[in-house]
């Protein structure tokens, strides 16, 4: 990404789609996998609610998305023997069902 100086004309809507795009990508290309399966939120952030600001912004909130994307990829199956196997913890319920 360039910098630019302030005198330069105020960039265009497509031009500032095209850094947001080529950020989202170099976040992508250089994010630490996550183990299969994934953690749930309250395990791997252990200090946030389930209404935490932290799940919409940051760390938080790729984890979030990914863990979301990540559970709705599972069959039926195997999201059963995921729930099973980590209960929702008081204070959130539904989460589960949220998905």
Known sequence: MSTRDEDERPMSADE???MVN???QHMRENRVPYPDPMLPP???FP???R???GWRMGSGE???HDFSDWFRALDDQARAQYIAANPE???WEGF???R
């Open 89 to 91: 913890p008081t204070g």
């Open 16 to 18: 500032i789609m095209k």
């Open 47 to 49: 200090d946030y609610e």
């Open 51 to 53: 209404q935490s600001m």
């Open 22 to 24: 080529e950020a989202h």
């Open 96 to 98: 589960y069902g949220s």
């Open 62 to 64: 790729d984890y979030w």
């Open 42 to 44: 309250w395990i791997v």
